[in-house]
């Protein structure tokens, strides 16, 4: 009789189990795996377990996200051989491969916090032509509701950072530097580069200029790539960055809402700290808040002016981490949707919008009576959490 099959079953359900225990650690961690099936196998398959647990860590996983893919790759190793995986320094996952072992060991400190200043969701005009941005990484407490003040880690003391705005077939120049107390890069969805070139890990107190050219039309979104991606996410380090097409858009009054979500370590701390453990385990309404631009019901007291009778144009970046916008204006129909932002991407009539984690969209339409329209997640528990925004259109 043939055992394998049971035998790789059985060897699964340990590998389970094991992986189980560790996902009550706190990540990043260096779990210990020697003499453990799961240890062994990735010793046998990868050559490196440090490597490996780095690489995994560097995406921000739980050991548990790697179950899925442990059955398939012990089949593999039964009947045939694995692909060589690149050395440390050959790769990228996430941030740069030489990240030190505890790079996430840290979270923000709090600091004198910041006066909150309403965060302009009114987008300037761009012209198209070479662009330079520096974009500063800095250890900032910020306001993130009222009475509510968040150790952060963020770009430029903002969450989020400042929304960066270019025209399709621009070239563009990005300085980043840190200024913050560990390791910090900044990865940008809106560029074809190599990662390990181009979002590589900075120290404190260093700096890296490259350039892209900006190709494809979209909302992006831009963030810190190292280790806990997750982590150094949810402390606060994305931004949006806005590739018109070079073609322009029609005229409109337009503005950036990036949505987000905040995960507090102690809800009764005089300052909130990011938590790991509930963005790594974030389901239902476990978030302490969802905002727009970084900040609970920021224009439900302070309403955005619109125009009656004028096109509008919403560009929606969903920073995440972890949820799902669906992104609705009551009393208004999405005349267009442009999914990612890009004109060739078009949609129509639409009540609603979903928007991913890490991804955009534009909705646009027109009011036409004035009166005061709330802009929310329609997933109504984040709106009840902070997602709601109110446009005063006269």
């Not at 398959?45 to 490996?52: E, S």
């Not at 563009?172 to 580069?193: F, P, Y």
């Not at 950036?256 to 102690?266: A, G, M, R, T």
């Not at 969802?290 to 560009?315: M, S």
Request: one cysteine or more; a negative charge.
């Amino acid at each position: 009789m043939d055992h394998s099959s049971n035998n790789g079953t059985v060897r699964f359900s340990n590998i389970l189990e094991e992986v189980f225990i560790m996902s009550f650690m706190r990540l990043p961690v260096t779990p210990d795996l020697e003499g453990t099936a799961l240890g062994q196998h990735l010793e046998r398959q990868l050559g490196d377990r440090r490597a490996f647990l780095r690489r995994a860590t560097a995406l921000g996983l739980a050991l548990p996200a790697l179950a899925a893919a442990a059955y398939p790759v012990v089949a593999q190793h039964e009947h045939e051989a694995t692909p060589p995986v690149p050395e440390d320094g050959d790769g990228y996952v996430g941030s740069d491969a030489s990240t030190s072992d505890d790079t996430g060991d840290s979270t923000p400190v709090p600091q004198s916090p910041t006066a909150h200043t309403v965060y302009d969701p009114v987008l300037a005009p761009v012209e198209s032509g070479p662009k330079d941005f520096t974009v500063v990484a800095k250890d900032t407490t910020v306001f993130v509701a009222k009475d509510t003040p968040y150790a952060g880690w963020t770009f430029d003391d903002t969450i989020p950072g400042r929304t960066l705005r270019v025209v399709e077939g621009d070239t563009v120049t990005m300085t980043v530097r840190n200024e913050g107390a560990i390791m910090h890069s900044l990865d940008t969805h809106a560029a074809k580069t190599s990662p390990e070139l181009n979002y590589r890990n900075l120290e404190s107190g260093e700096e890296f200029t490259w350039n892209f050219v900006a190709t494809t039309p979209g909302a992006f979104m831009y963030h810190c790539g190292t280790p806990p991606v997750l982590l150094h996410i949810g402390a606060g380090m994305y931004g949006a960055m806005i590739v018109n097409p070079k073609e322009g858009w029609s005229p409109a009054q337009e503005l950036i809402f990036v949505q987000s979500e905040f995960y507090f370590e102690d809800a009764d701390a005089p300052v909130m700290s990011p938590s790991m453990t509930k963005m790594m385990f974030a389901s239902g309404m476990m978030m302490d808040g969802v905002a727009f631009n970084g900040y609970l019901n920021q224009y439900v007291e302070n309403p955005i002016a619109v125009k009656v009778g004028e096109p509008i144009r919403i560009f929606v970046v969903n920073a995440g981490p972890n949820v799902w916008s669906s992104f609705h204006v009551v009393g208004a129909i999405f005349d267009r949707v442009c999914v990612n932002a890009n004109p060739r991407n078009e949609l129509f009539g639409l009540q609603s919008v979903s928007i991913g984690p890490g991804d955009g969209a534009c909705v646009e339409f027109t009011l036409e009576e004035p009166g005061t329209y709330v802009a929310v997640n329609h997933s109504f528990g984040h709106a009840a959490h902070g997602a709601i925004a109110l446009l005063q259109a006269e």
